[in-house]
């Protein structure tokens, strides 16, 4: 008998580049003259990684809890979608085991600020850092990403819930 389920989510996010707007990746404030667009503070980090959960959990998407269409999200802090996919999360039995995140930007480079995102992440999530990976990729003066005109994020997490103890009903 199996005593461990373990699940995985997908999550991506794109945002434009607007001038004037604070640029917010995994909750850490990065110096840079522009800011990704959004309803909320625009996140891309944290949208894909609360897409990830949500989906690993089979819980639907961040347009479907958190509508754009809601006054009550504008401009929201994104850790309150994590916040709410972690509580949903958590009251399945489910812990994150790990997230691996691609934040796809051709300017500002990331390479100095990967790892005070990876930190305030694993914080969030509240597992260790080596939990948390973060990889930061150009678009190599390609499409959208590469223009300067958007950003982009993928995030895959994997989560388990111990089942020993519990009844299943076989």
Known sequence: MTTMDIRVGLGHD???LEEGRPLILGGITIEHSHGLAGHSDGDIVLHALTDAILGAIGAGDIGELYPDTEAIWKGADS???IEGALARMQGLGYEVVN???IIHAQRP???PDKERIRDHV???LAVEPD???IKAKTGE???HI???EAMACQAVVLLQRDLRGRDHGF
């Open 131 to 133: 939990r948390v990976n």
């Open 141 to 143: 003066k390609v499409g």
């Open 99 to 101: 997230t691996d995140i």
């Open 146 to 148: 590469g223009r300067l």
């Open 14 to 16: 794109t945002h434009r």
């Open 109 to 111: 480079k990331l390479g």
């Open 79 to 81: 850790r309150i979608f």
């Open 122 to 124: 694993a914080a969030l």
